[in-house]
């Protein structure tokens, strides 16, 4: 089996789809070379030179993309590379910690390098945010939850990470599960119109419905909602709204969530937390490339 093969399988493990995600890795390596070559690195390194490229963390954080950045080294050319990852997604890394090494010619290795750096950063990033915030609402009973604030074309990878992180994915696209936000209610006339609506021309998807206050919430019980989306409720109405449905409907928290309030929003009793910011906010996690010639 090949080496860009145990990848695939790697991908496929982990949910991700290897065609679509190869071809997200083309993309960014065309990008980069822009239909020309690395002039820097052809000028300045013997044509056959080989070396190893250590990827190697600055600062500590939760790894995710291992088999992507593999990915983009063995995309490069039709060259032998030679892959060795040493962590796997979803681990919890010290700084200076060498996380994937490769060898081949020179040239190939660092005109991939920036490209697979760019993928393992991000989304190693996303998982270290999600991971914090994870870690900040821990022995509650609720999950952090992702949102479509995502960049576009990179939701499938991003939402991976987040999952590395260990938060939970919420939709991934508009097609796989309804979302009844205010504007489709007032369309539809109320929330149990638009509920109807819903559970009759896609009686097969899960649907979630989105409420401003404490009497819409009323409205959507009575509706038999089944998952509820409490936006911009106050600390004291998510609790009143986790005493009113009491365990009839699961409830997700969103708007106004931060770091700081984070806590006491999960110590309500709500069972998500909806959380943009893991994914568009989140800081590339440092992560740099060493280079020694091996011959």
Not at 58 to 75: E, H, M, P, Q, T
Not at 137 to 144: C, D, L, Y
Not at 240 to 248: D, I, M, P, R, Y
Not at 251 to 276: C, H, Q
């Amino acid at each position: 089996m090949s080496d860009k093969s145990k990848v695939y399988d790697n991908l496929r493990q982990s949910g991700l789809e290897p065609d679509l995600v190869q071809a997200l890795v083309d993309l960014a390596i065309s990008e980069d070379l822009m239909g020309g070559v690395d002039v820097t690195s052809l000028a300045t390194i013997p044509e056959t030179q080989i070396s190893q490229l250590d990827l190697v963390t600055r600062s500590a954080g939760v790894i995710a993309g291992i088999d992507i950045a593999s990915l983009v080294f063995l995309s490069i050319s039709d060259k032998k590379i030679e892959v060795e990852k040493y962590v796997n997604d979803g681990s919890t890394v010290d700084a200076k910690t060498c996380v994937l090494s490769v060898k081949g010619e020179t040239v190939d290795l660092l005109t991939a390098e920036r490209t697979a750096l760019n993928f393992l950063g991000h989304l190693s990033g996303i998982a270290t945010i999600t991971n914090k915030w994870v870690k900040e609402i821990s022995g509650t009973e609720a999950k952090i939850r992702d949102t479509r604030k995502t960049t576009p074309g990179l939701r499938l990878l991003e939402k991976y990470a987040v999952r590395a992180g260990g938060g939970t994915n919420h939709r991934m696209s508009l097609n796989d599960q309804a979302l009844i936000k205010d504007n489709h209610i007032v369309a539809a006339g109320s929330i149990k119109k638009a509920i109807e609506k819903v559970k009759d021309k896609f009686p097969e998807l899960a649907y979630e419905v989105e409420v401003d206050n404490l009497d819409q919430l009323a409205e959507a019980l009575s509706a038999n909602a089944e998952l509820i989306l409490l936006d911009n409720f106050s600390i004291e109405d998510l609790r009143k709204a986790v005493t009113l449905v009491n365990k009839k409907a699961k409830l997700e928290a969103s708007g106004g969530i931060t770091f700081e309030n984070a806590r006491k929003i999960a110590e309500t009793g709500v069972d998500y937390l909806a959380v943009g910011a893991i994914t568009h906010s989140a800081p590339v996690l440092d992560i740099g490339g060493d280079l020694r010639t091996v011959r």
